[in-house]
């Protein structure tokens, strides 16, 4: 299996500069994934996942370490070229949704695209639609964001990282704010996705029960992964 | 850039009562101007028209033929030079000039006259009149006497005479009646009261008296030529350009109304320049208002924000997103408030025509287009801060793990 992203002596530290006491949250850490693994970042909290998922995801910079992806050295690029890859490559799910609330589950899910076209193209509003019905809401496409259950939200913020058909997604502890069944459902929804579609998925969780249903398990601890 | 617009109008349009009461708030800013615009612009014309409306734009006369000086500037002697008195000031050449001024373009009418004083005398009363003689055809070309008139008509004989109403009723004469002029050349005729007027300006309404051309020769004993030419013009904001037109092309001296009515002018000045203030205060009631609505706009989204950002939303993005907040509310703010100034100025009749105590506004002076522009522009401006505050809006600090 070939590399998808690699990172090298990651470090990152909070409040450097800034006159604040100062944290130091990853330590030299390194991690490789390969194209279409499946694997559960691991830790308690506080042990600093969300970071690493916020730097693999070029939402944050790093203090100092290497970070390539599909062969681009992500350390050294501006803001624009960061946002236009992060729209084609990465896929993001959180554990509090996030869906735009003024918008439709079908209108939040190609946002992505739309946002990349200008505009919402009919192409995207075909993918759209055939990404709601593979996540079971082929009934709820036109309701508001608001008006969807928790877990019906979280299966439309899949769709959602999914409509530009990223090489990677990053899933901060997508069933955190889930019942256990509905939590099942979307882990074995991220499953049937992996096994279809080689998409590479990184799903940070303190639980292990939901980490034992992934195939490689990564652990954070002291600022360093094992 | 579609997508943002279908984004801000989304925004706009999720929180209706807000959205609306910023527009609301808008519009009355913009209602304001358009008023003030109407009231300031119809001031003036109720002030110029009240104080030119019954006079000549400009008059034009003989210049002064003061004595030729016979000593150089340079020699440093004192001249004193005396205004030549065996001659009275006549226009001899109108007849030249008549045409070439009736033909320039804006000139409204004009009138060649023969003004001259004297008395009116009946029975043992006498008023001191000011004698205008006019073509016969032009009796309403400078003051509207046709319309101020409240009995007779304008028709004048080389017999009759047309007077103001406060003259008439001092004399106790009426239309029909005959009153005997005596001028100050020492000739005296009797004449039929053909006309009152009543123009409700007092100096005109007590002193003044209108006669043919042909009468006036008679009584002011001038054979030839005239005393001066009045001119009426389109556009009374043109007399000074008119005038000195005039004067350089007839070397004739030429005065437009402006030189002898500058403390009204002052006084518009004044009045503009308040009114500017206070359209300008309403301005920038506008822009704090849309900037503080959409700063409250861009905190209450700070999640969604992160959210657009995070799915690969640049930062050009989210600044046209709040950036076209601004512009529709600006122009749809613009909009309403300038078609309800158009409609609540409407129904005020023009201050040409305003009745007195009215209120001169003047709804053609709404300055609607600059209305809109200028709070859209303004409104524009004022979502730039916020916008950019939006823009810099960190996905990893809102999104919150
Ligand atoms: N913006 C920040 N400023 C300062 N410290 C932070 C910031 N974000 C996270 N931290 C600290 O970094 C550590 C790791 O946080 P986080 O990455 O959220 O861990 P996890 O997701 O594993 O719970 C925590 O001690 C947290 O307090
Ligand atoms: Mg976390």
């Known amino acids: 299996m070939s590399t998808l992203l690699e990172v090298r002596n990651l470090v990152k530290t909070y409040g450097e500069g800034e006159g604040e006491a100062e944290t130091r949250v990853l330590k030299g850490l390194n991690l490789t994934l390969a194209t279409g693994e499946l694997s559960a970042l691991l830790g308690p909290s506080g042990s600093g996942k969300s970071t690493l998922l916020s730097i693999l995801g070029t939402l944050m910079q790093p203090t100092s370490g290497e970070h390539v992806m599909l062969g681009q050295d992500l350390t050294r690029a501006g803001d624009r070229d960061l946002t236009e890859f992060r729209n084609r490559h990465i896929g993001f799910v959180f554990q509090f949704h996030h869906l735009l609330p003024d918008f439709t589950a079908l209108e939040n899910v190609i946002f992505p695209a739309a946002v990349q076209a200008g505009r919402e193209t009919a192409a995207a509003r075909a993918r759209g639609r055939e990404l709601l019905v593979r996540v079971g809401l082929e009934s709820r496409m036109d309701f508001l964001a608001t008006k969807l259950s928790g877990g019906q939200k979280q299966r439309v913020a899949i769709a959602r990282a999914l409509m530009n058909q990223p090489e990677l997604v990053l899933a901060d502890e997508p069933t955190g704010n889930l019942d256990r069944a509905s939590a099942t459902q979307v882990m074995a929804l991220i499953a049937e996705i992996n096994q279809n579609e080689k998409t590479t998925f990184l799903i940070s969780t303190h639980d292990e029960k939901i980490a034992e249903t992934c195939r490689r398990r990564i652990r954070v601890a002291d600022g360093k992964a094992e | ?401």
């Open chain 2, 1 to 401: 850039m579609l997508y943002g617009f279908k984004i801000a109008l989304r925004y706009l349009t999720a929180s209706k009562t807000q959205t609306g009461l910023l527009i609301a708030g808008v519009g009355v800013g913009v209602f304001v101007f358009v008023f003030m615009s109407a009231l300031i612009g119809g001031l003036a014309v109720f002030l110029v028209q009240r104080t030119v409306g019954n006079i000549a734009h400009v008059t034009i006369e003989e210049p002064a033929r003061d004595p030729i000086s016979l000593l150089p500037q340079s020699a440093g002697a004192l001249v004193v030079e005396q205004r030549a008195t065996s001659q009275r000031t006549q226009l001899r050449t109108a007849d030249a000039f008549l045409p070439l001024i009736d033909a320039m373009p804006g000139v409204a009418a004009t009138s060649p006259q023969i003004v001259g004083n004297g008395f009116l005398v009946r029975g043992l009363i006498t008023a001191p009149v000011g004698v205008t003689g006019v073509e016969t055809a032009k009796v309403s070309a400078i003051a509207d006497i046709g319309k101020a008139l409240v009995d007779g008509s304008t028709d004048l004989g080389n017999a009759s005479i047309i007077i103001g109403s406060t003259l008439a009723g001092d004399l106790g004469i009426g239309v029909g009646q005959v009153v005997r002029l005596q001028s100050d050349r020492g000739v005296e005729r009797s004449l039929v009261v053909s006309g009152i007027f009543e123009l409700g300006v007092d100096a005109l309404d007590a002193r003044a008296a209108f006669v043919s051309l042909s009468s006036a020769r008679t009584l002011f004993d001038l054979p030839q030529g005239i005393s001066r030419i009045e001119v009426k013009l389109d556009d009374l904001n043109q007399a000074e350009a008119y005038a000195a037109r005039i004067a350089a092309e007839t070397g004739l001296e030429a005065t437009p109304w402006t030189a002898g009515n500058a403390q009204l002018l002052d006084g518009l000045r004044a009045q503009a320049s308040s009114g500017n203030l206070i359209k300008a205060f309403a301005l920038v009631t506008i822009i704090i208002g849309v900037a503080s609505a959409l700063l409250l706009s861009t905190y209450r989204r700070r999640p969604e924000i992160g959210i657009m950002r995070a799915m690969g939303a640049g930062r050009g993005f989210v600044i046209f997103v709040f950036v076209t907040q601004g512009a529709l509310i600006g122009i749809l703010g613009g909009l309403i408030g300038a078609g309800i100034g158009y409609a609540a100025l409407s129904p005020f009749p023009v201050p040409e025509l305003a009745p007195p105590g009215g209120l001169p506004v003047d709804v053609r002076q709404g300055a609607y287009g600059l209305a809109i522009s200028l709070t859209a522009i303004g409104a524009i401006l004022a979502s730039i801060l916020p916008a950019r505050a939006a823009a810099r809006v960190d996905p990893v600090s809102v999104i919150g793990q």
